[in-house]
């Protein structure tokens, strides 16, 4: 009676593979958890030269991007939002913000976000971005300058 | 030695910070000069009334002295003993009182508003749509290393 032939290198390799396609369904299947967003309302101008100290590390972005001398930080808001949850945030100027997180691949967040003036609906957006990452949105005049709203979530 | 050199060292003699050479010149021509040596129990008289003098002073303030003495040292140990309490008290107070400032901070600083600053790790973001009733927006990407601005236009003013 002959010992049959084991056959080397497929077992190992095997539950490996099986490992991963485990592990990547499980964190498909994971609940999101909840989504962290902190929303800096900033008014930008040309009066002045100071720069926010919440701004340090956005200083020279700033500067760079745009030709206002003076950022000075007017609000800011965090919330702790579950995905389909929506966050309300009031931004100067009779104006308001909706952000609802919708579903995300794993370490990413997408934001669904709506800025409203009265009735009108100045921004619909869905922005995808990496968790702990930023995005600006600005224009929307304010007293003297501009409103920019520093959107970051994670 | 002369008379003149004689009565000029002749204090200094007496007092004792000649060198013994000199003393002995001095007490050589004391023996055989006897206006010098006159003079010289003149000194030594007039040194010794100073120091009994000096000595009967000090006899009678020494009493005073030692009461005083005692004043002093009954206040310096009744001092310590109100302060060590004090020290004591002034050595633990900032545990209750930054405990209870900790407190109040905890209390009154608003919690969902932070002044910290922001430290974005990214600023890859994706802009899925872009809609707007009301105004122009605009996508402005200047790089991977500066943020997406996403900038609105309300009747042309900006």
């Given at each position: 009676m002959t010992r049959p032939e084991r056959r080397p290198g497929i077992l190992l390799p095997g539950i490996a593979l099986l490992a991963v396609v485990l592990a990547s369904l499980a964190a498909e299947a994971a609940p999101a958890g909840p989504v962290s967003v902190d929303i800096g309302v900033v008014v930008a101008s040309n009066q002045g030269t100071s720069v926010d100290p919440a701004l340090s590390a956005l200083r020279v972005k700033l500067q760079s991007m745009f030709s206002y001398s003076s950022y000075k930080m007017l609000d800011r808001a965090k919330r702790n939002l579950a995905v389909g949850e929506t966050g309300d945030f009031a931004l100067p100027g009779g104006r308001s913000m909706k952000v609802t997180p919708v579903a995300a691949p794993p370490n990413k967040v997408r934001l669904a976000v709506q800025i409203m003036e009265g009735e009108r609906n100045l921004l619909t957006t869905t922005l995808g971005m990496s968790r702990g990452g930023m995005v600006l949105v600005g224009g929307p005049p304010y007293r003297s300058g501009v409103m920019i709203l520093l959107i970051s979530a994670e | 030695m002369d008379c003149g050199k004689v009565c000029m060292m002749l204090q200094d003699e007496i007092d004792g910070r000649l060198p013994p050479s000199e003393s002995a010149e001095i007490l050589l021509h004391l023996e055989s000069c006897p206006s010098c040596a006159a003079e010289a129990a003149g000194y030594r008289r007039v040194g010794e009334m100073l120091r009994l003098w000096a000595e009967s002073g000090a006899g009678e303030k020494a009493a005073r002295l030692d009461a005083m003495w005692t004043r002093v040292s009954a206040g310096i140990d009744e001092q310590r003993q109100r302060d060590e309490p004090a020290s004591w008290w002034r050595k633990w107070i900032w545990v209750p009182a930054g405990a209870v400032l900790a407190v109040l901070v905890l209390l009154f600083?608003?919690?969902?508003?932070?002044r910290a600053p922001f430290h974005p790790t990214?600023?890859?973001?994706?802009?899925?749509d872009l809609e707007s009733d009301a105004a122009t927006v605009a996508l402005v990407d200047k790089g991977e290393d500066l943020p997406r601005v996403i900038w609105i236009i309300e009747n042309d003013k900006t």
């Open positions: - | 600083y608003p919690s969902d508003v932070s990214s600023f890859d973001v994706a802009v899925e």
